[in-house]
């Protein structure tokens, strides 16, 4: 069951309606429906394998990347449908950034690994100015600003991520994806990403995937819950089973499948 | 009936002795088959350097690295070194200015653009490349390549650097391009994907981010081609010549050190006279040339990995 009125009456950013996704010819997630508003932080949640990734990747369409993968439905980012035969993946992910679960810094210093994106989009504005806005951003700068030029693996696991971070949003997009952002992380270094996702949501528009409830309570404001329910043949498939506010969903949810897992009673 | 199993160490005897006794005869073997490969080196590079010091006993070293004559076995001899090194430097250069473009150009397309299928069918075409002898590769060069050449070039000679060392080229482009796909597939799909999720087109993600953290790879596998265009022998042997000219003329007949050391040894040369020491001597610089090029392969490796988990 999917709340209407959470899902917040402004025009939402994102806004998916019967998605399906499919490996070959198996189905992975089914019937997704949802809206992400703007400048909130969603959250979704679920046991591993209930097609949260599956559904990120559709937004900016990186699944376009697995040879396998096909997408139907619609998504619409400002009104037109991201699927559409007119829209250019590639500009798509300019506006639609991501960060991923392992910290992924390309094998440059860490001013190329910002000033990359900017690069390949053309950015005309002053690189400097814009490397250090971007790091400042993502409340990594002291940390590296006597390092610039040093390469970016260079840099502890955390740290890394926030490199990241900043990469993603040194090209200024609109919404950003987020992967399990913090699962490689110490306690710490999650805090910072989380309270820098706090500042973000001024800006941004963001969607998490998340398996630390505490996580999804601390920085979301609408969570969806994903489940998985086994077909004839033994296949899995994913399905959306609930969509509501954070603290609906983990003090009141609709559903018993949701109550268990938030809960921890689950499987 | 009692669930707890009753303990019985009398069931558990190994014997400890057999198998100390096993391991030790197992590490005595494998230590042996080791040492055999470690003394053939060392017996090697020993013979090579004893010789060599015979060798500038009678000529002086200077000589060596400067007279611009190599006559070794004329009644005047002369040995300059370096008459043999640009003939064997004309020969790789060509071969690596083929090889190098042609198979990293392969390598990309295989591992980035090439479809399954397509790739079913290449793969196995350049291993059959790699796997033609070289003495077909020379013959190819000396019968079909240089004819063909002398249509647009007429001064191009019969044999001659160019025609020897675009062959040679070819046939260490199948090196090239295996290696060097070997490292650009070692690169972390996560890179890719962290470039294409900044708006990059794949040309954009290959060149900026693929190919940068295939690097080490890449060289490395373009330092082995280098070694191995210095050391072959038969290809430059029948399409090049025989005839010792220093320059950098590639249209000429020349000798390279692979094959000087052909020459003197097909001929029947006295053990211990100065011309089968001259073959030492050579192949010492050519020892030396690899043995450098190896280790600056080594450091540059070391120094350029990249380190993904
Ligand atoms: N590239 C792929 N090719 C084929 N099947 C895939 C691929 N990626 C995911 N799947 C399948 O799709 C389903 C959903 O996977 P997905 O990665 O979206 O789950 P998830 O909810 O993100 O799990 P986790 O919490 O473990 O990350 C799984 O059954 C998975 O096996
Ligand atoms: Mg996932």
Known sequence: ?267 | MNSEPTRNDSLWQPDRQASRTSEAIVRTIFGAFALVSVLTTIGIVGTLIFEMFEFFQEVPFWNFLTDDQWTPLFPTAEFGIFVLISATARTSTIAVAIALPLGLFAAIFLSEYAGPKTRQIVKPLLEVLAGIPSVVFGYFALLFVTPLLQSFIPILQGFNALSAGLVLGISITPLVASLSEDAIFAVPRSLRDGAYALGATKREAIVSVVLPAALSGIVSSIILAVSRAIGETMIVTLAAGQNPSLGLNPFVPIMTMTAFIVQVSLGDTPAGSLAYKTIFAVGMTLFLLTLVLNIFSFWFVRRFREKYD
């Open chain 1, 1 to 267: 069951m999917v709340n209407e009125s959470a899902q917040i009456a402004t025009e939402p950013a994102l806004r998916a309606e019967n998605l399906n996704v499919y490996y070959g010819s198996t189905l992975a997630v089914r019937e997704v429906n949802l809206k992400i508003p703007k400048n909130k932080v969603v959250a979704f949640i679920g046991p591993s394998g209930c097609g949260k990734s599956t559904v990120l990747r559709c937004f900016n369409r990186m699944n376009d990347l697995i040879p396998t993968a096909r997408v139907t439905g619609t998504i619409s980012f400002q009104g037109t449908n991201l699927y559409a035969p007119s829209v250019d993946p590639v500009e798509l992910r300019r506006r639609i950034g991501m960060v991923f679960q392992k910290p992924n810094p390309f094998p440059k210093s860490i001013y190329n690994n910002i000033a990359f994106g900017a690069r390949i989009n053309g950015y005309k504005g002053d690189m400097d100015e814009l490397v250090e806005m971007s790091l400042r951003r993502a409340a990594i700068w002291d940390e590296v600003k006597d390092k610039l030029q040093e390469s970016g693996l260079a840099l502890s696991g955390g740290q890394q991520q926030r490199l990241c971070i900043a990469r993603a949003i040194a090209i200024a997009p609109e919404i950003i994806l987020m992967d399990e952002p913090c699962s490689a992380l110490d306690p710490i270094s999650t805090l910072k990403v989380e309270e820098l996702i706090h500042e973000l949501k001024q800006q941004y528009t963001i969607v998490i995937v998340t398996h630390n409830m505490q996580q999804a309570s601390r920085v979301s404001d609408l969570t969806a819950f994903y489940n998985a329910e086994a077909l004839e043949g033994g296949s899995k498939v994913g399905y959306l089973v609930e969509y509501d506010r954070t603290t609906s969903i983990f003090h009141n949810p609709a559903e018993k499948a949701t109550q268990d897992y938030v809960s921890g009673r689950f499987g």
